[in-house]
Every structure is written in structure tokens, then in C-alpha cells.
């Protein structure tokens, strides 16, 4: 089943604030609820103060203009970045430590006096973002253990309401995602779906799964991806963006290993050895043949299937009869349509099969 898009776009734009915000309401928030005071700290060294450098280190802030005191430390400074808010105001306040060569140091960067491009673009992100500075490139996608910590416990909530045959509209809401984290789909995203004269219906029913890797699933279906951001004012969103295959976006379920998970006690049934045999069956029907078997849920990547052009409705398997396991057979049989299976785990350590095409791992050249 086709969707057309004005109506998938309508019911976003209409579930509104918590999906699509317009982007003037998107705009005026970090202005109007929040106004950042900086003040840095330069603590002098407790033996051979350089004052030559004290003095440099002054001026470059003077020309800043960004307030700072230079002082002897006192028995518990320690450098770091904090911040306390007031009503509408962020006071963020810097500690560094003046060295005897004249860097000011601090736990995750130093400068010199001829480092002021890179001073001032980390003062500038500071004025935007607060203590925790520009999310890009940060673990966690830049937010605090307990915002992650939040984020996971509401994402592992199960999904309820069945989302196969529904529209990108109808699956989001079926999915009943916490209003504290909204949607916030980018400007690259609307013109994505807007390209597309009907959109595709979600293929999958996820019920039981994760809210967190339920959604990168649907939306993977349309060629995106999301991911938590911070926003300058302090708000966490769940910004949605176009697919892309290098970027730090919430996954597909997770791998297994660095959770300390045995894909053998997950998928006990998908190793064991039985014998099996596959005679012009349609990949659409061999499928949940295999789930019911290996209990486990079986997911295609649609995107997958798309760039190879392969239709599971059409597609016939054969695989000769012999004692063999699941595993190995549908390595097999989608080794030969260039496709791979992993065994992934939801937010809840629930384990599924996701098939999606073959990559080549790349080698890194002999030098």
C-alpha cells in the first residue's frame, strides 16, 4: 500500500509541536529562554609564576571581551567546566591552569597565546551550548549519562500497537514515543519525503519490539535515520535526518559483543543443526518459516531490496536437503542475492535477525 505524501506531511505538520515544529518556533527558543554569562578562571602555577604569559593571557581576553580573573589557587580549584541556571540565565564558569611554559590548560584541551581562533570558537560554542560545549563528536551524542540514562529507560518501553500496513504518520504515532524527547525532523528531511510522490507503507509489525529500535526501523523504511540532540537551550530532541552510512545515529538493534551477549544463548535455535531443505519457496514465505523454527523475528531492510531489486514475493529459493542449521543456510541463500544476516538486540536485550546487503569490508591500504 501506497501513502500519498501531502497527507503523510499533514498528519506530521498537525501532530506539530511534539513532531515538526515550524522553523520560526524552531528558531526563537535558545534567545528567549536562555542567556549565557561566561567567566574563566587562570590560576597562576604555585611555584615561578609566569607573569610575562599572565599578562598576554589578559589582553587576548580583554579583546574577547570575555571576563577573567587570574589568581593564585585556592586548596580545592580544581579545572574543569561547570554551570548553574537561573531562571533564564546559564552562568558558565571555566577553570584553567597557566603553565610555566604560558599554555592555559584544561582536562580535555590547552592553548597557547597563538591559538585565539581556536579559543574563540570553543568560547563561542561554550556561549551556545553551556558546560557541555558543541554535541558533534561527543559519546553519548553529546548529552550527560543521566539525559542518556533517561533517553534508553523511555526508549526501552515495548512497543504495543501494531505498525505493519501503517504510514509513516499513522507508525510514529502507533509507536507512542515520550513527548520529553520530540521529533524534530530537518529541513534535508522535508525535501526528501517531499521528493517522493507516495511513500511506501511500514512493511514491518513491531510490536514487542523497543521504542528506540522500532523507530530507526521504520524510518529507516524512508531513507532515515535519528538521532538525540541537544539543543543550545538545554533541550534534547530526536532530530531525524536522511540516511547516511558514516553517521553516529541511533542503530538498527545493537550488537551483541560489547554488551557481553552470547549470540549463541540469544539465538540458541538459529545454530542448532536439524535437517532442512528449501523447494521453490518464495522468500516472503520461507521468512516466517524460519522465525517460527528459530524463534526469532526476522526483519528485511527495504532499502536493501530496493538497490538490489529484489521482491521476497517473487524471488523463489531452492537449497538442497542436508543436516545443517539455519545459520549456515540462510548464509547460503543470501550469499547468492548479495545480501547478509546479523543477529542484533533491542533497548531490551531482545534478540532479532536483520538482513540487509553485503558490504565488503575495506582494508586499509599497504604502506
Known amino acids: 500500500m501506497k501513502h500519498n505524501l501531502s497527507v503523510c506531511l499533514a498528519g506530521l505538520l498537525v501532530w506539530g509541536n511534539c513532531l515538526l515544529p515550524t ?9 528567549e529562554r536562555l542567556t549565557t554569562e561566561l567567566q574563566f578562571d587562570i590560576l597562576l602555577p604555585r611555584e615561578r609564576p609566569n607573569g610575562v604569559a599572565a599578562q598576554e593571557w589578559a589582553e587576548v581576553f580583554a579583546k574577547l571581551n570575555v571576563p577573567l580573573r587570574i589568581r593564585q589557587p585556592a586548596f580545592n580549584d580544581k579545572a574543569g567546566v561547570d554551570q548553574q541556571i537561573f531562571g533564564t540565565t546559564r552562568r558558565v564558569k571555566v577553570i584553567g591552569q597557566l603553565d610555566r611554559s604560558g599554555l592555559i590548560v584544561f582536562p580535555d584541551r590547552k592553548f597557547s597565546v597563538h591559538d585565539v581562533a581556536k579559543l574563540t570558537e570553543w568560547i563561542e560554542d561554550l556561549r551556545t551550548y553551556g558546560a557541555q560545549g558543541a554535541p558533534e563528536g561527543q559519546p553519548l551524542w553529546g548529552l550527560q549519562k543521566a539525559e542518556f540514562d533517561r533517553l534508553h529507560a523511555l526508549m526501552r518501553q515495548p512497543v504495543v500497537q501494531e505498525t505493519a500496513g501503517l504510514s509513516l504518520t499513522e ?28 511513500l511506501p507503507a511500514v512493511p514491518h509489525d513491531l510490536r514487542e519490539f523497543a521504542k528506540g529500535t522500532a523507530l530507526a526501523i521504520v524510518l529507516r523504511g524512508y531513507g ?23 553517521a553516529h545515529v541511533w542503530p538498527i538493534g545493537w ?11 540469544l539465538a540458541e535455535k538459529m545454530f542448532t543443526a536439524r535437517p532442512i531443505g528449501v523447494e521453490q519457496t518464495l ?10 523454527e ?10 536493501s531490496l530496493e538497490s538490489l531489486n529484489i521482491d521476497p514475493q517473487r524471488l523463489v529459493i531452492n537449497f538442497p536437503r542436508k543436516r545443517t542449521s539455519w545459520s549456515l543456510c540462510l548464509r547460503t541463500i543470501l550469499a547468492q542475492i548479495k545480501l547478509t544476516q546479523e543477529i542484533r538486540v533491542d533497548e531490551n536485550d531482545r534478540p532479532f535477525i536483520w538482513i540487509s546487503r553485503f558490504t565488503p569490508r575495506t582494508l586499509p591500504e599497504n604502506r
Do not use: C, Y
Open 23 to 31: 522553523p520560526a518556533a524552531a528558531q526563537q527558543p535558545v534567545a
Open 171 to 198: 507508525a510514529i504515532r502507533a509507536l507512542e514515543l515520550p513527548a520529553e524527547f520530540p521529533l524534530r525532523f530537518s529541513a534535508e528531511t522535508r525535501e526528501q519525503l517531499a521528493a517522493q510522490p507516495n
Open 224 to 246: 532515515l535515520s535519528f538521532a538525540p540532540r541537544r539543543l543550545p537551550d538545554e533541550s534534547i530532541v530526536l532530530g531525524i535526518d536522511p540516511q547516511a552510512e558514516d
Open 255 to 265: 550488537d551483541p559483543d560489547p554488551l557481553g551477549l552470547k549470540r549463541l544463548a
Open 283 to 292: 522468500l516472503s514465505e520461507l521468512m516466517p518459516q524460519v522465525e517460527k
Open 294 to 303: 528459530t524463534e526469532l523475528k526476522i526483519l528485511l531492510d527495504p532499502l
